[in-house]
């Protein structure tokens, strides 16, 4: 065989290879491209802000994968509690649940517990500059890493989180003895326990039997869920304490969403932050219009003194081992823009 030959040979050998590679690629990525049905779960009724934002985030996925990625929803609890759906997703289930910050701390990045303390943000603007910061960020790689469950946002906020019971507490001394529903997470008992409230744990959709009941005499929650959960109909006092604006958002399992091209990754991203923004916009616009129509059902107002708050629930941020108060200091220059 000639030398011209030869080579044309081991051309040829190597077009084939490439040819073979480039076939296997394609497939590859075909394969990665097959349909994803997600499962959106949330214990929150379906006329919640934060569903019926999702549902529209959801809608806007799928026209613009294409159909690649579609979605069944799930609200009022249907696939189970919030710890139930973060479960499911770090097991490599299809599910997107909806979830707070504390509840992420339970897995493997107890960090994320800071982010549920009392006044930690001083308005929307803070608190969604301190959701997409590099020190978040850098949470939401090591829970993904750790206990593979992907944040797609906590930016969702639904408006800071008020007093509600059979009378006012303007003043943190009027708590004594209250009984408070507060969920079974350590950073809300921790914050209530100063107050000296008589904490009662009850489900989401348990406490407007649990208020009309008398099992509890008061509970707290934003505007909006306030509207959604009809509380105000057995409890007709808000006390305005705006003590908490909770980091909520979506999680679902790393394996899964790693599954997804890296395109539609992109857009999944994009759109649950962007739900996120929408939801916060949304809340802000709402707050006159749901007090007026609180008021209009026989529901009081009460202005709180919120520097006493303030103060009375400040030991917060030195009572966890699990992080310094150097944490706080970090967490406060993220959400002003001085951590640059």
Same mark, same amino acid.
């Given at each position: 065989?000639?030398?011209?030959?030869?080579? +044309?040979?081991?051309?040829?050998?190597?077009?084939? $290879?490439?040819?073979?590679?480039?076939?296997?690629?394609?497939?590859?990525?075909?394969?990665?491209?097959?349909?994803?049905?997600? &499962?959106?779960?949330?214990?929150?009724?379906?006329?919640?802000?934060?569903?019926?934002?999702?549902?529209? @985030?959801?809608?806007?996925?799928?026209?613009?994968?294409?159909?690649?990625?579609?979605?069944?929803?799930?609200?009022?609890?249907?696939?189970?509690?919030?710890?139930?759906?973060?479960?499911?997703?770090?097991?490599?289930?299809?599910?997107?649940?909806? @979830?707070?910050?504390?509840?992420?701390?339970?897995?493997?990045?107890?960090?994320?517990?800071?982010?549920?303390?009392?006044? $930690?943000?001083?308005?929307?603007?803070?608190?969604? &500059? $301190?959701?997409?910061?590099?020190?978040? +960020?850098? $949470?939401?790689?090591?829970?993904?890493?750790?206990?593979?469950?992907?944040?797609?946002?906590?930016?969702?906020?639904?408006?800071?989180?008020?007093?509600?019971?059979? +009378?006012?507490?303007?003043?943190?001394?009027?708590?004594?003895?209250?009984?408070?529903?507060?969920?079974?997470?350590?950073?809300?008992? +921790?914050?209530?326990?100063?107050?000296?409230? @008589?904490?009662?744990?009850?489900?989401?959709?348990?406490?407007?039997?649990?208020?009309?009941?008398? @099992?509890?005499?008061?509970?707290?929650?934003?505007?909006?869920?306030? &509207?959604?959960?009809?509380?105000?109909?057995?409890?007709?006092?808000?006390?305005?304490?705006?003590?908490?604006?909770?980091?909520?958002?979506?999680?679902?399992?790393?394996?899964?969403?790693?599954?997804?091209?890296?395109?539609?990754?992109?857009?999944?991203?994009?759109?649950?932050?962007?739900?996120?923004?929408?939801?916060?916009?949304?809340?802000?616009?709402?707050?006159?219009?749901?007090?007026?129509?609180?008021?209009?059902?026989?529901?009081?107002?009460?202005?709180?003194?919120?520097?006493?708050?303030?103060?009375?629930?400040?030991?917060?941020?030195?009572?966890?081992?699990?992080?310094?108060?150097?944490?706080?200091?970090?967490? &406060?220059?993220?959400?002003?823009?001085?951590?640059?």
């Amino acid at each position: 065989m000639s030398r011209f030959k030869a080579k +044309k040979n081991i051309i040829n050998i190597f077009m084939g $290879l490439a040819a073979f590679a480039s076939a296997n690629a394609f497939i590859a990525s075909s394969a990665q491209a097959e349909n994803t049905t997600l &499962r959106i779960a949330s214990v929150n009724p379906a006329t919640t802000e934060s569903f019926v934002v999702a549902e529209r @985030v959801a809608k806007r996925i799928t026209e613009r994968t294409d159909g690649r990625v579609t979605f069944q929803l799930f609200p009022s609890g249907q696939l189970g509690t919030t710890n139930d759906t973060i479960e499911q997703a770090s097991q490599g289930q299809p599910v997107i649940g909806f @979830v707070s910050a504390s509840a992420m701390a339970n897995f493997g990045v107890p960090e994320f517990s800071i982010l549920e303390g009392p006044f $930690l943000t001083d308005n929307n603007e803070e608190a969604e &500059r $301190l959701a997409n910061s590099a020190l978040l +960020k850098s $949470l939401y790689d090591k829970l993904a890493e750790s206990a593979g469950i992907r944040v797609l946002s906590i930016n969702w906020f639904d408006g800071a989180r008020h007093m509600i019971g059979d +009378k006012a507490y303007p003043e943190p001394s009027d708590l004594k003895g209250v009984l408070m529903r507060v969920p079974p997470v350590e950073t809300w008992i +921790k914050t209530f326990d100063p107050l000296q409230v @008589v904490a009662t744990s009850v489900e989401a959709g348990e406490v407007y039997s649990a208020l009309s009941q008398g @099992v509890v005499t008061a509970a707290e929650a934003p505007l909006t869920g306030l &509207r959604a959960s009809r509380w105000y109909e057995p409890a007709k006092h808000i006390t305005t304490t705006g003590h908490f604006n909770l980091f909520t958002g979506w999680v679902m399992s790393e394996n899964v969403f790693g599954k997804l091209t890296t395109e539609d990754q992109a857009v999944m991203l994009e759109e649950f932050k962007k739900g996120g923004q929408e939801l916060t916009k949304l809340s802000e616009g709402l707050g006159e219009e749901i007090r007026q129509e609180f008021e209009a059902a026989g529901v009081t107002f009460h202005e709180a003194n919120i520097e006493a708050y303030r103060q009375a629930t400040a030991d917060f941020y030195v009572n966890f081992s699990d992080w310094s108060e150097e944490l706080h200091k970090k967490m &406060r220059a993220a959400a002003t823009g001085n951590d640059q």
